[in-house]
C-alpha cells in the first residue's frame, strides 16, 4: 500500500482542513465551543483518518477507517449547511470548501467501493 501522504484523497482533505480552518475564524465568538468545535473537528478527522487507515495491517481496516473518514465528511458537510444557512463566516469560502468536499466524498466512496470488490 502507499504511503498516505501519497493519497490525492488525503491531499485534498487537509487543503478542505486549512479552508474550514480560514471560514471559522470569522465565526460569532459564542460558537467557539458549539458549531466552530465540531467543524474543525469533522474536518481534522477525514485526513486522521485516512492516515489511521492507511497504517494498518488489512484492506478490512482501511476500509473501516475509510468509512469512518466519509462518515466525518457528511458531519462536516452538515455542519457547513446549518452555518451557511446562519450566515456565518465569509460566503466565498463556502463554494471553495463545497467543491473540495464533494470532490473528497467521491474519492473515498470510490475506494471504499473498490477495497470492497477486491
Known amino acids: 500500500m502507499r504511503g498516505y501522504k501519497d493519497l490525492i484523497v488525503w491531499q485534498r482533505s487537509i487543503e478542505l482542513t486549512s479552508l474550514v480552518y ?3 475564524r ?3 465568538k459564542e460558537e467557539l465551543f458549539g458549531l466552530t468545535s465540531q467543524i474543525k473537528r469533522a474536518a481534522v478527522s477525514i ?3 485516512i492516515a489511521e ?3 494498518r495491517r488489512t484492506e478490512k481496516d482501511f ?3 475509510l468509512s ?3 462518515g466525518s465528511a457528511l458531519e462536516l458537510e452538515t455542519h457547513l449547511i446549518i452555518t451557511k444557512g446562519f450566515s456565518f463566516g ?3 469560502l ?3 470548501i463545497e467543491k473540495i468536499l464533494t470532490e473528497v466524498l467521491k474519492m473515498l466512496n470510490k475506494m471504499h467501493a473498490n477495497e470492497t470488490s477486491d
Open 22 to 24: 480560514t471560514l471559522v
Open 26 to 28: 470569522d465565526f460569532p
Open 94 to 96: 463556502y463554494d471553495k
Open 47 to 49: 485526513p486522521a483518518n
Open 90 to 92: 465569509k460566503i466565498d
Open 63 to 65: 476500509r473501516h477507517f
Open 53 to 55: 487507515g492507511s497504517g
Open 68 to 70: 469512518i473518514a466519509y
